[in-house]
């Protein structure tokens, strides 16, 4: 039996300047499911997207989605793309497993905590207070380094990292400190300073954008004061959930974000086209 995509649609030109397609997936003609490819918004389009692939239940088992996710490749290949990724729900286990065996790697996941409605008190000797002016730009300019690094290191090109990371923090900080929603503070211990914290608080809950403990200070349980912080100004503007994004093989923070109570909501993969 053969396993082919059968376009259902015209090739879109969308209004973000991405491209997508949606298929059916089909065996001897029969069908069997579907998948949804497209370019990427941030990257362009050198980098493609599985955003939907789903086999009808009778059919599951049979390597059906393996042949649909190979056949999308050389789609995405045919369009110029150098590389694809997808987004894979946590509990999705057999997409994972089956995205693993196709060579995708786990570039970073999600994950969320439920708040509750009273703030956590930040252990003896710690305190927060606003970052300055004075802080903001080293501390602005090293971040735009390490994000793009942290790229980097996963597989994106220098070029488009550096780009990526330049965009993202010009739209999250238009009004640098004066951003509204952003909180941006420093954790001091007895005094001297020990790391920072980029948090949004937005209507739907608070996300933590970077949490950095400083060099010099690791080790001392500053981090979870960090995340503490985070969870108590999120509770005071009203939020009650907080997310994060962790890059794979951070396992220091993937242990606290654990032990702290946050769980995984999706995972983000990507596969160099060759």
Not at 55 to 63: A, S
């Amino acid at each position: 039996m053969t396993t082919t995509l059968r376009p259902i649609e015209p090739l879109q030109q969308n209004a973000d300047g991405t491209r997508s397609r949606r298929y059916q997936v089909c065996v001897n003609s029969r069908p069997v499911g579907a998948i949804h490819l497209g370019t990427h918004p941030v990257f362009g389009d050198a980098v493609a997207r599985i955003t939907d692939l789903r086999i009808d239940e009778p059919d599951r088992g049979r390597g059906r989605g393996t042949v649909a996710a190979l056949a999308a490749e050389e789609v995405a290949r045919g369009w110029g793309c150098r590389r694809i990724e997808a987004v894979i729900p946590a509990g999705a286990e057999a997409a994972l497993r089956l995205a693993t065996a196709l060579g995708y790697v786990v570039r970073n996941r999600g994950m969320e905590k439920a708040l509750g409605d009273t703030p956590p008190y930040l252990p003896e000797g710690s305190r927060a207070r606003p970052m300055t002016e004075a802080e903001y730009g080293p501390w602005l300019a090293r971040g735009r380094e390490e994000y793009a690094r942290s790229w980097t290191e996963r597989g994106v090109p220098e070029a488009e990292a550096l780009a990526k990371s330049e965009r993202d923090h010009a739209a999250l900080l238009p009004e640098d400190l004066g951003t509204p929603g952003m909180f941006i503070s420093v954790v001091e211990h007895r005094g001297t300073p020990v790391g920072t914290l980029w948090l949004a608080v937005r209507e739907n809950g608070g996300f933590v954008y970077k949490v950095e403990t400083d060099a010099g200070h690791r080790g001392r349980g500053h981090g979870r004061t960090l995340m503490l912080l985070a969870e108590g100004q999120t509770i005071a503007e009203g939020g009650r959930t907080l997310g994060l994004n962790v890059f794979a093989g951070n396992t220091p923070a993937e242990r606290l974000y654990a032990s702290l109570g946050y769980r995984t909501t999706q995972h983000a993969l990507y596969k160099p086209l060759l």
